[in-house]
């Protein structure tokens, strides 16, 4: 996730959707802050209160061994006198240790009277009951005792000993009060100070944190919110020559080179699609040819009926006229030129004549004229085969495509280009289920010849015999006018050429054409009837 200096998330331009929204976060400055301060004041508070409670460990210590000593050098002291003991002068002595040490509580001289201990001297004006007890045990131990300590007060007990005779024992009563009162005003002291530098720390931080860190990051995510709004020559300021600095040289690398692969692939894509463009014009250009040729084959063929049966008409027509021409020539010479009948018989052949010349004319009408020029036959099956291939696609057939370097021929290229689309239409229409059609481009002893197979269902021999015939089919009705090998050969014989059909059942047909090449000195186009 991107975050902005002000706590707000950079969203990026584009986003999936997602089944719940994701709950606001803090910002990275905004933790860092918290982390800063709560740092801060851990370090600070655990280092106070440390030192607070060394203190007070300290001072406590010193005062009980002051109170220990303290209670030696009395002992010491009333031990060195000699009696008889005075209360008055007793307790003089002890008030000048007391007056030394104003930090003990009290000092008690504690004798024992009829086996319980009693007071004896002290510099308190009040008894202590502990005390007395913490004085037995030191006399009858003959050792120095620690009493419990009760509230902010300890008792320690050293015995009195003289000519190897206990006689009593000084009691010494500590007080901790003044050093609690220290201690408590120590915390408070502490925690206003704590909350002072971390208030001040914090602050520091904070500026240094917000000019160091803060101002760089915030450089570097502008620039990353203007790429991700489609600026891609948006670059991140000079920073420092820091971790931050590399952080945006190397962002700004990576803009560069992004923004040159961003103009390269508007570059590529732009041409791809000028190229795709043209792709497609040529394909529609190869529809628009490609339903000419079958608008044009559709008339050739319609015109070869035409032409089938006007020859039939014309060869059933022209056999009757000419025997009604010869009797009438007979029997115009059997009356004579002056006779009325060889008028009348004049007029008869004249009107047969006439229908003559109109079946003439209708045989003329039905024949192709073939304009011829100098083509090369591999550009020509090469543009057969383009044509063809999207009707390959779709029939689940695969086109080989296999050339060779071949002469050029004198052809009409239209008509031949008809002739072989016949050819490839029949070899789709074998195979239903799919194959291969191979579109093969050869030469033998100085011809060419070109050769269309498929794997289809193939033709029985009886079939094959006739399959240049007219109305000669293998289709069903409806879907084939037998037109289609007729009128393929009738074009090829008419370039000279001839053509040649192998098939069996089960193993596809072949196709072959054999052309005469051009010869070297045919440049231009001739016109034949």
């Not at 990026?12 to 709950?23: E, N, Q, Y």
């Not at 976060?25 to 370090?43: E, Y």
């Not at 009858?140 to 005792?145: F, I, P």
Request: aromatic share 4%.
């Amino acid at each position: 996730m991107i975050e902005g200096t002000d706590g707000s998330e950079a969203r990026p331009r584009h986003t999936s959707p997602s089944v719940a929204t994701p709950p606001a976060r803090w910002s990275l400055r905004t933790r860092l802050a918290l982390f800063t301060a709560l740092t801060i004041a851990v370090v600070i508070g655990a280092t106070t209160y440390v030192q607070s409670r060394v203190v007070e460990r300290t001072l406590e210590a010193e005062l009980v061994d002051a109170a220990r000593l303290t209670a030696l050098a009395v002992a010491d002291d009333l031990e060195l006198r000699s009696g008889p003991y005075n209360a008055d002068e007793m307790r003089a002595a002890i008030q000048e240790f007391i007056d030394a040490m104003p930090e003990l509580g009290s000092i008690s001289v504690i004798t024992i009277e009829a086996g319980k201990p009693a007071l004896f001297a002290s510099t308190s004006s009040s008894e202590r009951t502990d005390a007395l007890e913490i004085g037995q045990r030191a006399i009858t131990r003959r050792s120095l005792v620690w009493g419990e300590q009760s509230g902010s007060v300890r008792i320690l007990a050293v015995p009195l000993v003289h000519d190897a005779r206990t006689f009593g024992a000084v009691a010494v009563t500590v007080s901790f009060d003044a050093l609690y009162r220290l201690r408590n005003s120590g915390r408070v002291i502490a925690a206003w100070s704590t909350v002072i530098s971390v208030a001040a720390l914090f602050v520091l931080v904070e500026l240094l944190v917000r000019y160091f860190i803060h101002r760089p990051i915030g450089a570097i995510l502008a620039t990353v919110r203007d790429v991700s709004g489609g600026i891609l020559s948006a670059r991140v300021p000079a920073i420092r020559d820091d971790e931050l600095g590399a952080v945006a040289d190397g962002l700004n690398h990576m803009l560069t080179d992004l923004e040159s692969l961003h103009t390269g692939l508007q570059q590529r894509v732009g041409q791809a699609t000028q190229e795709l463009r043209m792709r497609n014009r040529e394909l529609l250009e190869m529809y628009q040819e490609m339903f000419a040729l079958r608008e044009e084959l559709g008339r050739a063929q319609q015109l070869a009926a035409v032409g089938e049966t006007t020859s039939a008409v014309a060869h059933q027509i022209g056999t009757p006229l000419n025997l009604v021409s010869g009797y009438i020539q007979l029997l115009m010479e059997e009356q004579g030129p002056a006779s009325p009948v060889t008028r009348r018989l004049r007029v008869a052949e004249e009107q047969i004549g006439k229908v003559t010349a109109i079946v003439q004319d209708l045989l003329a009408r039905s024949r192709r004229r073939l304009v011829r020029e100098r083509i090369a036959p591999r550009q020509l099956l090469s543009r057969l085969c383009t044509l063809v291939q999207p009707a390959m696609g779709s029939a689940r057939v695969d086109l080989v495509f296999e050339p060779a370097e071949v002469p050029d021929i004198d052809a009409d290229a239209a008509q031949l280009e008809l002739a072989l689309l016949n050819l490839v239409s029949n070899a789709l229409d074998a195979m239903p289920q799919g194959g291969q059609l191979t579109i093969r481009l050869g030469r033998d002893n100085g011809r060419v010849t070109m050769a269309v197979a498929d794997t289809g269902t193939g033709m029985v021999p009886e079939l094959v015999e006739r399959a240049f015939e007219p109305w000669v089919t293998s289709k069903p009705p409806g879907r084939g006018t037998g037109l289609g090998l007729s009128i393929a050969r009738t074009v090829i014989v008419e370039h000279g050429g001839h053509m040649t059909l192998t098939s069996a059942p089960g193993c596809g047909t072949t196709v072959l054409v054999d052309l005469p090449a051009a010869a070297p000195e045919t440049k231009e186009a001739t016109v034949h009837a």
